[in-house]
C-alpha cells in the first residue's frame, strides 16, 4: 500500500486542476453574455471556454474520478463509518453534473444560442465553491454532520438568490 499515498496525491492535484475549471468557465461565459456585442472580443473567449474545458476541465475531472474510485477499491473501510464518505460522494456526483452543465452552456454558447445573463452564470459561479465547501469539511473533519450540511446549502442559496438578483452595475 505504499502506492496508496502517491494515488492520494495524484487525486488531490487532479481536483485542484479540476476545480480551477469550475471556477473560472462560468466567469468566461458571463464576459461572453455582457460582450456578445463585441465579435472579435466573443471569439477568444469561444477559443479560451473550449481549451479550458476541453484540455483542463474534462481531463482532470476524469483523473479525478478515476483516483477517486481506485483509493475506494484499495481502502473500501473509506465508506465505513458515520456516512461522511457517502456524503462527499453524493456533493462530488452534483459537481461532476455541474461540470457537465458548464459543457452543454459552452455549446449553447458557442452557438450563439443561448438565453442566460450575466447575473445568472455569477450566480451558477458560486455552485462549486459551496459543494467543495462540503467536499473538504467531510474529508477533513472524517464526519457527517447535518448542522453543517443545512447551514452551507442553507447559505449557498442564499448567496446564489442575492448574487443572481444583483443590479448590473454602470461602465
Known amino acids: 500500500m505504499d502506492y496508496y499515498l502517491w494515488i492520494v496525491v495524484f487525486h488531490i492535484m487532479a481536483v485542484m486542476s479540476w476545480m480551477a475549471m469550475l471556477f473560472y468557465q462560468p466567469r468566461l461565459y458571463v464576459y461572453h453574455t455582457e460582450h456578445k456585442d463585441k465579435k472579435e472580443f466573443v471569439e477568444v473567449v469561444k477559443i ?35 456516512g461522511w464518505m457517502h456524503a462527499k460522494i453524493f456533493f462530488a456526483l452534483l459537481l461532476i ?57 442553507f447559505f449557498a442559496a442564499y448567496l446564489i438568490y442575492k448574487v443572481y438578483k444583483q443590479k448590473k452595475k454602470e461602465e
Open 48 to 82: 479560451q471556454e473550449y481549451k479550458m474545458y476541453k484540455y483542463i476541465g474534462l481531463p482532470a475531472m476524469w483523473a479525478t474520478i478515476i483516483s477517486g474510485v481506485l483509493m475506494l477499491y484499495l481502502r473500501p473501510d473509506l465508506l465505513k463509518g458515520d
Open 97 to 153: 453534473a455541474y461540470s457537465f452543465s458548464l459543457g452543454y452552456y459552452r455549446k449553447k454558447l458557442e452557438n450563439n444560442d443561448y438565453s442566460k445573463s450575466g447575473n445568472f452564470f455569477r450566480a451558477y459561479n458560486e455552485v462549486p465553491t459551496f459543494l467543495s465547501i462540503l467536499i473538504v469539511g467531510y474529508v477533513i473533519t472524517k464526519t457527517f454532520s447535518l448542522a453543517f450540511t443545512f447551514i452551507t446549502i
